[in-house]
């Protein structure tokens, strides 16, 4: 497509609930990184794919996040047990490769909230 | 750990300039970029410096100085749709190259 799709743009989940959130990239673009943004904050880093290989998950905060990117393109972060505090937007970007002189083309995120 | 600091929020006039901060201390430089991010939107990318210096884009100029981790986003002629969250964030060479984000500076500008 012609930007980054992410889906839903709203989810609200009850606590305790998992969810799955789905980002599209930019067609042949190699990186792929997730971020959480709380409001009236920067982007947080969350994760980072390059093609179907994550090579950096440290900024995900517990083990009830998870990322996945099987085929190197769409990519799934699922949390599993939502709690209050996961309530946020969590915006896709991705580039087209990963050497780091690109720039990152950002979705318009997925506004989670838990209830 | 990376510290980037920019102001919380700035106000400005229709047609002036404007000058946003950054101040970065990052593990590591691989670039400073700047975004733009309306309310409810996606970050979007105006601007990126490796080198020292001034890029210059239309009404939007963005500074590097890489000894003194600082840079600024200028904006010339405000006009009202400026209203938004400016993002100052360093590409920083972990194994992701990832870019770490300042809060963000929300800018008004009013008639």
């Known amino acids: 497509g012609a930007g980054v799709s992410q889906s839903p743009r709203y989810k609200v989940a009850k606590r305790g609930q998992d969810v799955a959130l789905r980002c599209d990239p930019i067609?042949?673009?190699?990186?792929l990184f997730w971020y959480q943004q709380a409001l009236g904050q920067g982007p947080e880093f969350l994760t980072y794919f390059q093609n179907e290989a994550q090579l950096d998950k440290s900024g995900l905060p517990s083990d009830r996040f998870f990322a996945e990117r099987p085929e190197g393109s769409v990519s799934t972060l699922k949390i599993q047990r939502t709690q209050q505090e996961d309530s946020a937007v969590y915006l896709c970007?991705?580039?087209?490769?990963?050497?780091?002189?690109?720039?990152?083309?950002f979705g318009q995120g997925t506004r989670l909230t838990v209830v | 750990g990376q510290n980037i600091d920019q102001p919380t929020e700035m106000t400005a006039t229709e047609g002036a300039i404007v000058q946003i901060n950054c101040t970065y201390q990052t593990s590591g430089f691989n670039g400073l970029f700047w975004y733009q991010q309306h309310a409810g939107e996606a970050p979007t990318f105006l601007s990126y410096n490796v080198l020292d210096g001034l890029e210059e884009k239309g009404r939007f100029s963005s500074f590097l100085s890489r000894s003194k981790g600082y840079s600024y986003l200028l904006l010339k002629e405000l006009q009202m749709k400026d209203s938004a969250s400016y993002l100052c964030?360093?590409?920083?060479?972990?194994?992701?190259?990832?870019?770490?984000f300042g809060t963000g500076t929300r800018l008004t500008v009013i008639p």
């Open positions: 964030a360093v590409r920083v060479p972990t194994g992701a190259n990832n870019l770490f």
């Open positions: 067609s042949g673009h190699v990186s």
């Open positions: 970007a991705s580039s087209f490769d990963g050497s780091g002189n690109t720039e990152a083309f």
